[in-house]
Structures are given as structure tokens and as C-alpha cells.
């Protein structure tokens, strides 16, 4: 066995865990094709242990597609997508978390990953989306709380100075935009800020290009946030291992 070879063996079993940290499923992300009971079913496929359902979470989304403003309704209606993938999770054997892809009204139009929530939280951070990602993050976000700019170096992405995310999605594998992963991870790297990897998965046959390994099984959000600030995961796309 080369060195190359059994370096990558020895990672594989000290990380065992993969998972997916930036999944939307259909119908409530409009831009997926996939609906969560799929989505659940090809990533057990694919040898994870835990998917991430973090579909877009934006104040005027919701008026645009079932006709309300209104607090409940709006996060019932996100919930629904999650709750589903987790009935699915639970008669597959894969560990479904819950997280969301921000964006604010004011400001520009980026994207941003939110660990270490629960359900609930949801229903206090829609009104939240009316303001800026500045007031957000320092007004609500915490060492609990993880806030992550996606894809930042995209085609009409405004990267975010660090003092107003917790870190920068670098290794984003969405196959019909570059997202220029590698000026991202420099960027993080320059600033100081962790990095992360996530599909951005959407369409079938895009599924698992890119998760991060843990030591320990990830089993909530906040594990994902524990993870990075102890600085203690590796990224793995499509196979390909990468020490952050």
C-alpha cells in the first residue's frame, strides 16, 4: 500500500463520521429537485451518516410562495420540509439536523449558513431577516450559534468582513456555479476564520460532492458547532481528503 494510501485510511478511520452540511429539498426550496425523503435515501446511498437540511430561509420567500407574512405559518411551512426528512432519517438509519440559509432584506443579497439551532429558534429569527446581517449577528448570534457566510467568492456574493460572520463556506461543490473555493479558503485563512465544506446539493446525481468527518457522530446542530470551534473535523470531497 503507497503511503498516500494508507495516510488516507488512517484519517478515514479517526473521522468515520461524514456529513453533509448544505442540502435543499423541494418544495420548499424552489431552486431544489429533490424532495427530503429522496434526499435522506441518497445520502445513505452515499455512505453518510448525517444530512443537513438547510433550505433558504428569507422573509419575502415565503409571501412569494404560500401568500403570508405571517410568523407561524411562514416557519410551518419550512419546518415541514425537515420534519419530513427526519421521519425518513429515523427508518433509514441517517441522522438529519436542522440549519438554514439566511438572507437579509437590508443589505446585499448573500447567503449564510446558521448552525446550533432547534425548531423553535426559527419563529423568533423570521422577523429578524427584515434587517441587516450585522444587526443579526450581533444581536442574536452567541458562542452557541454558528454563522457562516456561504459561497462567498460567487458571482454577485459581497464578501463579509470577519467581525460580522463566525466563518466562510470555502469547499461549496454546487455544480452550476463557481464558487471559487480556494480564494475562499485563503480568504478565511488570512482572516482567521474557520472554513467549511458543503454540497449545496439540489438536483440528483449532485449529491454528496462535498461534507466534512468527525470523530464523533453528529446528531444536532449544536454538534456542528462544537466540531468547529474545537477545530477538530477534516473536509471530504467526494472522496478526497483535505485537513483544514
Given at each position: 500500500m503507497r503511503i498516500q494510501d494508507e495516510l488516507k485510511k488512517k484519517l478515514i478511520e479517526s473521522y468515520p463520521y461524514k456529513t453533509e452540511l448544505h442540502a435543499h429539498?423541494?418544495?420548499?426550496?424552489?431552486?431544489?429537485?429533490?424532495?427530503?425523503?429522496?434526499?435522506?435515501?441518497?445520502?445513505k446511498e452515499h455512505g453518510y451518516t448525517t444530512l443537513t437540511i438547510a433550505n433558504h430561509f428569507t422573509f419575502d420567500y415565503f409571501y412569494k410562495r404560500i401568500g403570508t407574512r405571517d410568523v407561524k405559518e411562514s416557519v410551518d411551512f419550512y419546518l415541514s420540509g425537515y420534519y419530513k426528512a427526519v421521519e425518513?432519517?429515523?427508518?433509514?438509519?441517517?441522522n438529519v439536523i436542522l440549519a438554514a440559509e439566511l438572507r437579509f432584506s437590508e443589505g446585499p443579497g448573500n447567503d449564510y449558513l446558521l448552525f446550533g439551532i432547534e425548531p423553535e429558534d426559527l419563529y423568533e429569527i423570521f422577523?429578524?431577516?427584515q434587517g441587516t446581517v450585522e444587526d443579526f449577528y450581533k444581536n442574536y448570534c452567541d458562542d452557541t450559534k454558528l454563522l457562516i457566510q456561504a459561497h462567498p467568492f460567487r458571482n454577485g456574493q459581497v464578501i463579509m468582513p470577519p467581525e460580522t460572520v463566525d466563518g466562510?463556506?470555502?469547499?461549496?461543490?454546487?455544480?452550476?456555479?463557481?464558487?471559487?473555493?480556494?480564494?475562499?479558503?485563503?480568504?478565511?485563512?488570512?482572516?482567521?476564520k474557520p472554513?467549511?465544506?458543503g454540497t449545496d446539493f439540489h438536483e440528483y446525481g449532485h449529491e454528496g460532492l462535498s461534507g466534512i468527518r468527525t470523530k464523533t457522530p453528529v446528531l444536532t446542530s449544536h454538534d456542528i458547532v462544537k466540531a468547529v470551534h474545537e477545530n477538530d473535523f477534516i473536509m471530504d470531497s467526494d472522496g478526497l481528503l483535505i485537513i483544514p
Open positions: 429539498t423541494k418544495p420548499i426550496s424552489t431552486c431544489s429537485d429533490v424532495v427530503s425523503e429522496d434526499a435522506v435515501k441518497l445520502y425518513a432519517g429515523k427508518e433509514s438509519g441517517l422577523p429578524m431577516l466562510y463556506e470555502s469547499l461549496n461543490l454546487h455544480p452550476n456555479h463557481n464558487s471559487r473555493p480556494a480564494l475562499a479558503a485563503r480568504y478565511a485563512k488570512e482572516v482567521n472554513f467549511l465544506a
